[in-house]
């Protein structure tokens, strides 16, 4: 059972490694802390980790089926996360600098905020394989499969919330380095870069194993 130490055990190691290795999701808190600071990007993180508990939730109660029922759905969702995506990654691309120190407060347009990160989770690849993965090897069957699905979703926030946090922390510290606009300047291109490799190559690899 999930609630066995030794069968918790492996789910707590599967999310800390989904949570803190990278992806859209923590290159996006990556940069807003780096350019607003660490408050700034704590909306991000809270929204990021609930909404990717909420998909486990939901995978795990039956919409999981619903998209495997539904093959164009499914595709039809993973190419307008990626157009999202890929839009946001322009934005960080071609986001201005500040020629005295980065911006305390984001302008409106590049304001993610938390229903936006929440949102995001249900148009990310990375989150859908994450909750996909979750609930076809760590929940049960049976009777006892929802309130598994329960424990996995909470205990996904929790272990996501660090790791996301810590994101955070990695940004917020390099703003000492972000005061020259040359600085701000690289800082955008490398971010919007790797976030557009975060969501592209992903793509690239599944359509080049397709026969």
Known sequence: MISTFSSLLPFLAFAF????????????VLSNSARYGFKAALPIVFGACT???LLVLAV????????????HLQTAMQWAGVAWLSYLAWQIFWAPVNAHEPSSRPPQSQRLGFKGAASLQLINPKSWMMALAVISVFAAQGQEK???VMILSLAFFLV??????????LGARSRVLLKAPNAQRIL???????????VWLPQLSLY???P
């Open 60 to 71: 795990g109660g039956g919409l999981g089926h619903v998209l495997s029922a539904h093959p």
């Open 17 to 28: 490694v989904a949570s803190i290795t990278p992806g859209p999701t923590n290159i996006l």
């Open 208 to 210: 080049k194993s397709t």
């Open 146 to 148: 929802w309130m598994h």
């Open 160 to 169: 996501s919330l660090p790791c996301l946090s810590t994101w955070a922390v």
């Open 188 to 198: 955008n291109y490398n971010m919007g870069l790797l976030l557009l490799v975060s």
């Open 51 to 53: 909404g990717a508990a």
